[in-house]
């Protein structure tokens, strides 16, 4: 697809901020933010974002591989990642695995748009490839919580893509067929198209676990049910500014782009209400593009601290058998984060896809290997 001016500019937009959090010239070490020292988010992040704009692909093997080493080196000898040391020889039970799933997923996206693999098989996810104990692993969740469930779910599938992927392990689809589908396929409220609705989950936090549970149906090419009660679920969560969280916040703004921009290419079921919807949303999510052309804000620039709440992110601490919340966000003196320059510039990518008359379509290259990345459209695009 040829670019756009608009693609030319927000491509610039979000460069500018990798280079600017650039720390030395070794490959693959990043800040998260101004003011802070090396990060594995920030390095994750910064990966993502320059395979989104088809940079990652310029880089020659040997600085990919590199790169590729500031997550190798975080892998434990069973195959899980952890940032920390005392972990390297720790085997966890899968009912200890809760602490580390997300930190593990976001290590395989990483090398995965690196073109890379690590040294040591997945052994740690070997227990899922048994279909009834995936089956019962995913239905004990909390799911009056899905965006907390969703999320562990989806680390897991990853985990399980990558066992198969990189190390041949044949049973992966079996389990997934015979354990995670139909466990998956119960706990969908066919009242809403979400997950967790029907045990309490308001619409909000059924839309964040709904969007970590999709890109598993187009990875594995499942059928998505519920297909118009999503739609209006997923409209009704929409803010009156255009976006899916009071004064912009990017993982639900993301989350609320990709299911619009999903449904929008499944069903023609209130099509109209969700061009406008997109419209309204690619108009908010240009307000957090910084007016210096330095990254993405963290909130619209035209909100103020009283217009903000804080969101969560779910954090499980060793031992504990559900997540908690850790609030963050609210501070006025953090204005940028690496996410927020991979997840707007992305969702503005999926929205200028299905609207197609943005003035901000573009050659995106979408890595379906990470699953925030992968549509039901990955092919045609």
């Not at 990875?219 to 500014?241: F, K, M, Y």
Request: charged residues 25%.
């Amino acid at each position: 697809m040829n670019s756009t001016a608009g693609y030319q500019r927000i491509k610039q937009t979000s460069l500018n901020f990798v280079n600017a959090m650039k720390i030395g010239d070794k490959p693959g070490v990043y800040r998260k933010e101004a003011g802070e020292g090396e990060s594995f988010y920030g390095s994750y992040h910064a990966a993502h974002i320059l395979d989104l704009f088809g940079e990652m692909q310029l880089l020659p093997e040997p600085y990919r591989n590199e790169w590729a080493e500031q997550f190798r080196q975080r892998q434990t000898d069973q195959g899980y990642f952890s940032g920390k040391a005392e972990d390297r020889k720790r085997i966890r039970s899968l009912e200890e695995m809760e602490p580390a799933w997300h930190y593990t997923r976001g290590n395989i996206w990483a090398l995965r748009v690196l073109g890379m693999k690590p040294e040591k098989e997945l052994s740690f996810a070997e227990p899922l490839l048994d279909p009834a104990k995936l089956y019962k692993w995913i239905k004990r969740y909390d799911w009056s919580n899905s965006w907390a469930a969703g999320n562990q779910v989806l680390a897991a599938a990853t985990a399980l893509f990558a066992l198969r992927d990189w190390f041949g392990a044949g049973e992966v689809d079996k389990a997934l067929e015979e354990g995670m589908f139909p466990a998956l396929e119960e706990l969908l409220d066919e009242k809403t198209g979400f997950w967790g609705t029907q045990y309490g989950a308001d619409l909000p936090n059924g839309l964040f676990g709904t969007i970590h549970i999709t890109p598993i149906y187009f990875a594995q090419g499942w059928e998505l049910r519920g297909l118009e009660r999503n739609v209006d679920s997923t409209l009704a969560c929409q803010l009156a500014d255009g976006s899916f969280w009071p004064g912009g916040s990017d993982c639900p703004d993301f989350d609320g782009a990709y299911m619009m921009s999903n449904l929008a290419a499944l069903t023609g079921y209130r099509r109209e209400d969700l061009e406008a919807a997109s419209r309204r949303y690619l108009d908010h999510a240009l307000m957090h593009e910084d007016p210096d052309g330095n990254g993405w804000l963290l909130h619209r620039r035209d909100s103020v601290p009283s217009d903000w709440v804080p969101r969560p992110h779910w954090i499980w601490k060793e031992g504990d058998s559900s997540a908690s919340a850790e609030l963050r966000d609210e501070d006025p003196n953090r204005t940028h984060i690496m996410l927020g320059s991979w997840f707007y510039p992305l969702s503005i990518a999926l929205i200028s896809h299905f609207l197609g008359d943005t003035g901000y379509e573009g050659p995106y290259h979408l890595n379906a290997h990470s699953l925030h990345v992968c549509n039901v459209f990955n092919e045609i695009m």
